[in-house]
């Protein structure tokens, strides 16, 4: 199981930080993803993390350089710091598990999801 949370709604320019707590089957995980889905569009890729090593990658330099992905693994946590948030990533924010590694920014690679978690950026 997947539990995001941390969405809401912050002005242009601030910050929020997302967490995504995992348990129970989701724990033969080797890496954790962010993806978005904004209103009208279809889900994409934000970041990744690998559990061992915490070898990150992120989608493009949309994101690069204001997102942060980080793990606790003794919390089995993952967090997305959010920086410099712009309305464009006004989204639903989903973390995902994956048991195996190959393309970790591809939506199949992908075992459980987390309900999501909305995140609101005015201008």
């Known amino acids: 199981q997947l539990q995001a949370s941390g969405g809401g709604l912050v002005q242009a320019g601030g910050s929020l930080r997302l967490s995504c707590a995992a348990s129970?089957?989701?724990?033969?995980?080797?890496?954790m993803g962010w993806f978005r889905q904004a209103p009208g569009k279809e889900r994409e890729f934000v970041t990744r993390?690998?559990?061992?090593?915490?070898?990150?990658?992120y989608a493009d330099s949309a994101v690069k350089g204001r997102f942060t992905i980080s793990r606790d693994n003794a919390k089995n946590t993952v967090y997305l710091q959010m920086n410099s948030l712009k309305p464009d990533d006004t989204a639903v924010y989903y973390c995902?598990?994956?048991?195996?590694?190959?393309?970790?920014?591809?939506?199949?690679?992908?075992?459980?999801w987390g309900q999501g978690t909305l995140v609101t950026v005015s201008s």
């Open positions: 129970g089957r989701t724990f033969s995980s080797y890496a």
């Open positions: 993390i690998t559990w061992r090593g915490g070898v990150t990658d």
């Open positions: 995902a598990s994956s048991s195996r590694g190959g393309r970790l920014e591809l939506e199949g690679t992908y075992d459980y």
